[in-house]
């Protein structure tokens, strides 16, 4: 049998508040939103699943906002990244043992590879808007108006963003590599 | 020296090996979250019901070829074995038809 597109479980949700048809999206999209927010959280799957988790229950709460202009993939990483810069913020003030220095907070699994434990450590030390702008574009690979439209910013912002965020990481990798090394 | 890193490419090695999480025990932690979806109103459900019904019983009155239908009816009919079992097997599938209907969520 054809799967469902998503514009029809939209409108099933929509009209009739239909959980078989939001389980069906949540089945769909889970795993690229949970993996991306492990990337841009340092690899800590909890803090990940539990902001992917959000996600998806602020999607079916306000999905009659989707207006359908964007994609629905879209839509939720906008709403996932705004929950992760909360997120981050309040563990900031609060001085949560969450942070750019902490990678030891990390939960890891046996599905993680060295290279992906590596380049989520460096991610760390991104500034959050470069670490998902980065991730956005390079593994996500969307183009820089799909990016904008995301993380609601100008175009130019973003592509700051990302060149800088590149840089960083270049340099915060070489420093590992030549760590390694030595 | 620092040795030029390609981040693009590293980036392309873990786009190939992004793994598929499995989503069984996450699918079910958030359908158990979401807030439950309001019953449907039993006295608005009849309503349109009765009003649907009684449309449709108003538009086939006046099309319907009553006359003709009367006059194409038998006077009499002979009761056999092999319609008394059609007739059992006729409703033992509606009944089905009927037991299934009621049991299948629609709903997607």
């Excluded at chain 1, 999206?25 to 841009?40: A, C, E, H, P, T």
């Excluded at chain 1, 500034?127 to 998902?132: D, I, L, N, T, V």
């Excluded at chain 2, 981040?7 to 996450?26: A, M, N």
């Excluded at chain 2, 002979?78 to 009927?98: D, E, I, N, R, Y």
């Amino acid at each position: 049998m054809s799967e469902l597109s998503d514009q029809m479980l939209i409108q099933s949700v929509v009209a009739s508040k239909s959980h078989n048809a939001f389980a069906s999206l949540v089945k769909r999209y889970q795993s690229g939103l949970r993996y991306s927010l492990r990337q841009i959280t340092g690899g800590d799957e909890m803090l990940a699943d539990d902001i992917a988790q959000e996600t998806f229950i602020k999607a079916f709460k306000s999905i009659t906002m989707f207006n359908g202009q964007s994609k629905f993939s879209s839509w939720l990483y906008r709403i996932a990244y705004n929950l992760f810069i909360s997120h981050h913020r309040v563990a900031r003030n609060r001085e949560l043992p969450y942070g750019d220095d902490q990678p030891e907070h990390r939960v890891t699994t046996s599905e993680e590879t060295d290279l992906q434990r590596d380049l989520a450590r460096a991610m760390l030390k991104l500034p959050p808007q470069q670490r998902m702008a980065l991730h956005l574009h390079l593994h996500k690979q969307l183009t820089h108006q799909e990016i904008c439209t995301i993380m609601e910013l100008p175009l130019g912002t973003a592509k700051t963003a990302i060149n800088r965020g590149k840089k960083l990481l270049q340099e915060e990798l070489s420093i590992w590599k030549s760590g390694a090394i030595s | 020296m620092n040795e030029k890193i390609d981040i693009d490419g590293l980036f392309g090695q873990i786009r190939e090996t992004e793994p598929q999480l499995d989503g069984r025990i996450f699918t079910q932690s958030v359908m158990r979250r979401l807030p439950e979806s309001k019953p449907k109103s039993f006295f608005s459900d009849s309503q349109l019901t009765v009003l649907a019904g009684a449309l449709g019983c108003g538009l086939s009155f006046s099309v319907f070829p009553m006359t003709d239908v009367l006059n194409m009816m038998p006077t009499q009919f002979t009761l056999t074995p092999a319609l008394l079992a059609s007739v059992l097997g006729m409703s033992c599938v509606l009944a089905a038809l009927a037991y299934w209907s009621s049991e299948t969520d629609f709903n997607l």
